[in-house]
């Protein structure tokens, strides 16, 4: 295990925290492995110990993160505190010149000596002399460890300064620059500004791939962004939990209107619509016909057809038709249900094989010519696809819960997201496990 010293230096903490959540990951994939195989004898022994080991991790990884969180505040405070002082200082002295210029222009007596400073701006010059001494000694190689505060610079406190202290933290989605006191921290520690997580709340009341609205997979509570959404929009976004939480899902009958209709105006197989009055078949999904057997869908059963025809799957839960392009047979709707490709089946409750060869081989073709730098000899291709082919059988069920590795130089034609499928110039992040390129909203939002 990595050493996960008790420093307040922000990035070895943040060092730390990485190291812990590449170990849980390796965890994980240590779990993986021991469900393929056959247990030894000797196998509860190891579970245990592995178990042990992954709870001693959470509770360092928790501790540093307290630790990250009460050095930044405590960074904030001191800093603040200390700028707070000068500025007092310095207008109390901007005051007192003042009042000597006036008395001047009247052709009072102006003493010609300055003031002394009062005891609280020498303390405070003072204190930032030593802080800043000890903060120098702190840079040295075998620099100890005991003192935990934050030092301040003695350079003067200038615009630029104080743009910085109005100024330290990127938005996660945006990576615009913001004050901490405009950004909302999430439970997984990202900083959001108002605009994106505003954003990110609209957007997943229309995209049921974004919904819930979430970050590092960890939900994001509404009345973190209540403030900041209409009443209307509250009112669409607790509509749109309940439809894209209804398994079988029931729309209006009505071509015009189409809108969802939630469980509770259900009754046996009739649904009614409130927005157009209409009324629903439950079990066939279309106009509601009592008494009389559910008519034959010409159009859907056309869908239906040739959905059978190219091998496409139906989701058992929101009935949406799907199509696998590359990976493994596991799929994940939009609607966050898995189930197999072949069958249909809730995942891992079925036996069929959990790839196909020939995607498996079509797909690691794909990532090798697009990591290639250029033309290679057709030899060395062939070997890259074979072992890249190996890769991704042993990763075809990766769960992308390691590290990102980011990409940049996509030249004129960027990058292409292989989730939402939009094209990014700047950057896109590889999963360095399967190899899944997507953008920075998919990996904060979708995975």
């Not at 393929?36 to 959470?58: C, G, P, R, Y």
């Amino acid at each position: 295990m990595a050493s996960c010293r008790l420093d307040t230096d922000p990035l070895a903490i943040e060092a730390d925290i990485t190291a812990i959540v590449e170990q849980l990951a390796e965890i994980e994939h240590y779990r993986e492995i021991r469900k393929t195989n056959q247990h030894a004898a000797d196998s509860l022994d190891k579970d245990v110990a592995w178990m042990v080991f992954e709870q001693e991790i959470k509770a360092m990884r928790t501790r540093l993160t307290g630790l990250k969180i009460a050095c930044s505040t405590a960074s904030a405070v001191n800093q603040d505190g200390r700028l707070i002082t000068l500025l007092q200082a310095e207008e109390a002295q901007a005051s007192s010149d003042r009042i000597l210029a006036h008395r001047a222009s009247r052709g009072e007596f102006v003493p010609t000596s300055r003031p002394s400073p009062s005891a609280s701006s020498v303390n405070v010059q003072k204190d930032l002399e030593i802080r800043t001494r000890v903060s120098s000694n702190q840079d040295e190689p075998q620099r100890q460890h005991q003192n935990h505060a934050f030092y301040l610079s003695t350079a003067p406190f200038s615009t630029q300064r104080q743009d910085e202290l109005e100024c330290d933290a990127r938005c996660t989605a945006c990576y615009e620059t913001f004050s901490l006191s405009k950004l909302v921290r999430l439970d997984c520690t990202h900083l959001y500004c108002d605009d994106c997580l505003r954003s990110l709340f609209l957007r997943a009341t229309k995209d049921p791939s974004l919904f819930p609205p979430r970050c590092c997979r960890q939900p994001i509570a509404l009345r973190s962004v209540e403030h900041l959404l209409l009443q209307e929009e509250i009112q669409d976004f607790c509509e749109a939990e309940i439809e894209f939480t209804t398994t079988d899902r029931i729309y209006c009958s009505n071509l015009d209107c189409g809108r969802f209709i939630p469980p509770a105006q259900i009754t046996f197989d009739m649904a009614h619509c409130l927005a157009c009055d209409e009324m629903t078949c439950s079990m066939c999904k279309s106009v509601f016909h009592q008494g009389e057997d559910c008519p034959e869908d010409m159009a859907l059963e056309a869908t239906l057809d040739l959905a059978r025809s190219e091998g496409w799957q139906r989701c058992f839960s929101c009935r949406a038709v799907v199509q696998l392009g590359v990976g493994c047979h596991h799929i994940t709707c939009t609607c966050q249900a898995q189930f197999c490709y072949l069958c249909g089946s809730r995942w891992k409750t079925c036996k069929c094989e959990r790839w196909d060869e020939h995607r498996l081989l079509e797909r690691a073709e794909e990532v090798v010519e697009r990591d290639a730098l250029g033309p290679m000899p057709r030899q060395e291709q062939q070997q890259r696809v074979r072992d890249m082919q190996e890769d991704l059988r042993q990763n075809h069920e990766c769960e992308h819960s390691r590290r990102f590795e980011r990409i940049e130089g996509g030249g004129r034609r960027g990058f292409a997201c292989e989730m939402c499928e939009a094209r990014h110039w700047k950057f896109i992040l590889e999963c360095r496990r399967c190899h899944l390129r997507v953008c920075q909203e998919c990996r904060c939002h979708r995975i």
